[in-house]
C-alpha cells in the first residue's frame, strides 16, 4: 500500500501518458503551422490582368470574337509592358502581306521583322541556326530562294549540307496534301516570310502569352524532336536529366529572369539549359548550334566549325554540375561512339557502290525497297544512335540505333549481292 502523500505506480502512469499526448498534441499543431505557413509561401503570385478595362478598340472587338486570345495576352509581359495588339500586327497599306482589317492593314501573323524591332539580337542569333533557313531549305531546297537569302544560307554553319539545292525527295513524293501537316509543321520555324525576313517565332513563344515557362519546358522542343529520326524527346526523357525534370521539375523556377540561372533555379538540365539558356560560363543564344561540337544530322558527321569554342560554352553548363575529369572522359568516349557510327555508315556506302558503279540502281529516289533500307540505316538509326550518346539515352544507342544500323548492313548485303547476280556480275 502506497504511504500517504505518494503517488502510486498506476497514477505516475497515467500522468507520464497525459504528458506524452500533450506532447504530441503541441508538436503537431506546431507541425501544422509550419506547413500552412510553407503553403502560404509556396503559392504562386497571382496574375495580373493587363488589360482589365482597357478601352483599347482591338482588345474590345476581339474579347467578343477571339476571347481566347485577348485572355492569353492579357496575362502576358508584353500586356504588361504595354505593348499593344497594334504594335505587332499592324503595318503600312504596300507592306507585304498586308490584308485590309477594319479600316486599317495588318498581319495575321506578324513576322520576324516585327519581333526584331525589340528583340534583334534574338533574332540575329537565331538567323545563323539550324532553325533558320537551314530548317526550310532541308524540305523545300534553296533554288527558290532570293540572292540575298541564299548568300546568308551559304554562310550558316549547316548551310554545306544542300550541295545540290534540290527539293528533299520524300517532301516532293507525298504531296501538299501531307506536307502541310508534316514537313512543313516543324520545318516551317526557318521559312522567309513575304517581307523576306526568316522564321516563326511562334513555332517557340506560343502565341499570345510568351510565357517563359512554356518556352522553357522540353515538351515545347517535344513538338518537332520526336520520332525515329531524331527522337531526342524520347532520348531526355530515359536519360537522368529527364527523370529529374519528370520528378522534380514543379518545383523549378521556371520564370526566373533570363541572364540570371543557376542551380538553384534548374538543378538538372533541359533542352532550353544544355542549348540557349544563359547557364554557368554560358551566355543565352538563340543559335541553338553553338554549343555543339559536331553535325550529327548528316549521314556522316563532321565537327561543326569553331568546334572547341562550342564544347568550352557547352562544358561550361556541365560544369556548374559535372566535375572536369567526368566531362572529359564522356567527350573523349562520345566522340568515339560517334565515329563508330560513322564507320558503319561508310561501309553501308562501300556495300551499295557495287550497284550504283554498274547503273543498277535507278535514278529516281524511294522507288524500289533498297532505297529505303540504305536511307534509314543512316537517317533513323545512325542519328538516333548519335542523339543517344551525346543526351545519354542508353536504349537509343543500342535497340532504336545500333542494333537496327547492324540489321540494316546485313540485309543491304543480302539485297546487293541479289541484285549483283540477278544482273550476272559477281560483286
Same mark, same amino acid.
Given at each position: 500500500?502506497?504511504?500517504?502523500?505518494?503517488? &502510486?505506480?498506476?497514477? $505516475?502512469?497515467?500522468?507520464?501518458?497525459?504528458?506524452?499526448?500533450?506532447?504530441?498534441?503541441?508538436?503537431?499543431?506546431?507541425?501544422?503551422?509550419?506547413?500552412?505557413?510553407?503553403?502560404?509561401?509556396?503559392?504562386?503570385?497571382?496574375?495580373?490582368? +493587363?488589360?482589365?478595362?482597357?478601352?483599347?478598340?482591338?482588345?474590345?472587338?476581339?474579347?467578343?470574337?477571339?476571347?481566347?486570345?485577348?485572355?492569353?495576352?492579357?496575362?502576358?509581359?508584353?500586356?504588361?509592358?504595354?505593348?499593344?495588339?497594334?504594335?505587332?500586327?499592324?503595318? $503600312?497599306?504596300?507592306?507585304?502581306?498586308?490584308?485590309?482589317?477594319?479600316?486599317?492593314?495588318?498581319?495575321?501573323?506578324?513576322?520576324?521583322?516585327?519581333?526584331?524591332?525589340?528583340? +534583334?539580337?534574338?533574332?540575329?542569333?537565331?538567323?545563323?541556326?539550324?532553325?533558320?533557313?537551314? $530548317?526550310?531549305?532541308?524540305?523545300?531546297?534553296?533554288?527558290?530562294?532570293?540572292?540575298?537569302?541564299?548568300?546568308? *544560307?551559304?554562310?550558316?554553319?549547316?548551310?554545306?549540307?544542300?550541295?545540290?539545292?534540290?527539293?528533299?525527295?520524300?517532301?516532293?513524293?507525298?504531296?501538299?496534301?501531307?506536307?502541310?501537316?508534316?514537313?512543313?509543321?516543324?520545318?516551317?520555324?526557318?521559312?522567309?516570310?513575304?517581307?523576306? &525576313?526568316?522564321?516563326?517565332?511562334? #513555332?517557340?513563344?506560343?502565341?499570345?502569352?510568351? &510565357?517563359?515557362?512554356?518556352?522553357?519546358?522540353?515538351?515545347?522542343?517535344?513538338?518537332?524532336?520526336?520520332?525515329?529520326?531524331?527522337?531526342?524527346?524520347?532520348?531526355?526523357?530515359?536519360?537522368?536529366?529527364?527523370?529529374?525534370?519528370?520528378?522534380?521539375?514543379?518545383?523549378?523556377?521556371?520564370? $526566373?529572369?533570363?541572364?540570371?540561372?543557376?542551380?538553384?533555379?534548374?538543378?538538372?538540365?533541359?533542352?532550353?539549359?544544355?542549348?540557349?539558356?544563359?547557364?554557368?560560363?554560358?551566355?543565352?543564344?538563340?543559335?541553338?548550334?553553338?554549343?555543339?561540337?559536331?553535325?550529327?544530322?548528316?549521314?556522316?558527321?563532321?565537327?561543326?566549325?569553331?568546334?572547341?569554342?562550342?564544347?568550352?560554352? =557547352?562544358?561550361?553548363?556541365? =560544369?556548374?554540375?559535372?566535375?572536369?575529369?567526368?566531362?572529359?572522359?564522356? *567527350?573523349?568516349?562520345?566522340?568515339?561512339?560517334?565515329? #563508330?557510327?560513322?564507320?558503319?555508315?561508310?561501309?553501308?556506302?562501300?556495300?551499295?557502290?557495287?550497284?550504283?558503279?554498274?547503273?543498277?540502281?535507278?535514278?529516281?529516289?524511294?522507288?524500289?525497297?533498297?532505297?529505303?533500307?540504305?536511307?534509314?540505316?543512316?537517317?533513323?538509326?545512325?542519328?538516333?544512335?548519335?542523339?543517344?550518346?551525346?543526351?545519354?539515352?542508353?536504349?537509343?544507342?543500342?535497340?532504336?540505333?545500333?542494333?537496327?544500323?547492324?540489321?540494316?548492313?546485313?540485309?543491304?548485303?543480302?539485297?546487293?549481292?541479289? #541484285?549483283?547476280?540477278?544482273?550476272?556480275?559477281? #560483286?
Amino acid at each position: 500500500m502506497a504511504e500517504e502523500g505518494s503517488t &502510486s505506480p498506476l497514477e $505516475a502512469g497515467r500522468i507520464l501518458v497525459i504528458a506524452l499526448v500533450a506532447v504530441i498534441v503541441v508538436l503537431g499543431i506546431a507541425l501544422v503551422g509550419v506547413v500552412i505557413g510553407r503553403s502560404a509561401t509556396e503559392t504562386p503570385e497571382a496574375r495580373v490582368d +493587363a488589360l482589365a478595362g482597357s478601352s483599347d478598340e482591338c482588345v474590345v472587338c476581339h474579347r467578343r470574337n477571339t476571347p481566347g486570345i485577348v485572355e492569353q495576352f492579357a496575362y502576358s509581359s508584353m500586356a504588361a509592358a504595354e505593348v499593344a495588339c497594334r504594335d505587332c500586327h499592324e503595318v $503600312a497599306r504596300n507592306y507585304p502581306g498586308a490584308v485590309e482589317h477594319e479600316g486599317t492593314f495588318v498581319l495575321g501573323q506578324p513576322t520576324a521583322a516585327m519581333c526584331e524591332r525589340c528583340h +534583334a539580337t534574338e533574332v540575329a542569333q537565331f538567323n545563323q541556326s539550324r532553325h533558320a533557313l537551314p $530548317a526550310y531549305v532541308a524540305y523545300a531546297g534553296a533554288e527558290g530562294l532570293r540572292d540575298d537569302l541564299l548568300a546568308t *544560307y551559304e554562310v550558316i554553319p549547316e548551310g554545306g549540307y544542300n550541295p545540290d539545292r534540290m527539293r528533299n525527295a520524300l517532301y516532293a513524293i507525298e504531296g501538299p496534301e501531307i506536307t502541310r501537316f508534316a514537313c512543313e509543321s516543324c520545318h516551317n520555324i526557318g521559312k522567309p516570310a513575304q517581307d523576306g &525576313s526568316v522564321g516563326d517565332c511562334t #513555332k517557340c513563344h506560343l502565341r499570345h502569352e510568351f &510565357s517563359l515557362e512554356q518556352v522553357r519546358k522540353p515538351e515545347t522542343c517535344n513538338a518537332c524532336h520526336i520520332g525515329p529520326d531524331h527522337p531526342q524527346w524520347e532520348i531526355y526523357q530515359e536519360s537522368s536529366h529527364g527523370i529529374a525534370y519528370a520528378t522534380g521539375g514543379q518545383r523549378w523556377n521556371w520564370e $526566373a529572369e533570363a541572364g540570371t540561372l543557376d542551380v538553384q533555379d534548374f538543378p538538372a538540365a533541359t533542352c532550353a539549359i544544355c542549348h540557349m539558356s544563359g547557364f554557368g560560363g554560358a551566355s543565352t543564344t538563340h543559335d541553338v548550334g553553338e554549343r555543339l561540337t559536331w553535325f550529327l544530322f548528316p549521314p556522316i558527321s563532321t565537327r561543326r566549325p569553331g568546334w572547341q569554342d562550342n564544347r568550352t560554352r =557547352m562544358q561550361s553548363v556541365c =560544369m556548374e554540375c559535372h566535375n572536369k575529369d567526368f566531362i572529359e572522359d564522356f *567527350y573523349t568516349a562520345a566522340d568515339k561512339a560517334t565515329e #563508330k557510327v560513322n564507320a558503319w555508315v561508310k561501309e553501308s556506302d562501300e556495300i551499295v557502290a557495287p550497284l550504283k558503279e554498274r547503273g543498277l540502281l535507278t535514278s529516281e529516289p524511294f522507288d524500289e525497297p533498297i532505297d529505303f533500307l540504305y536511307f534509314e540505316l543512316w537517317h533513323h538509326w545512325g542519328r538516333t544512335a548519335k542523339f543517344g550518346v551525346w543526351m545519354q539515352g542508353a536504349d537509343y544507342v543500342q535497340w532504336h540505333g545500333a542494333y537496327e544500323i547492324l540489321a540494316d548492313l546485313a540485309e543491304l548485303r543480302e539485297v546487293v549481292q541479289e #541484285k549483283l547476280e540477278a544482273a550476272g556480275v559477281g #560483286k
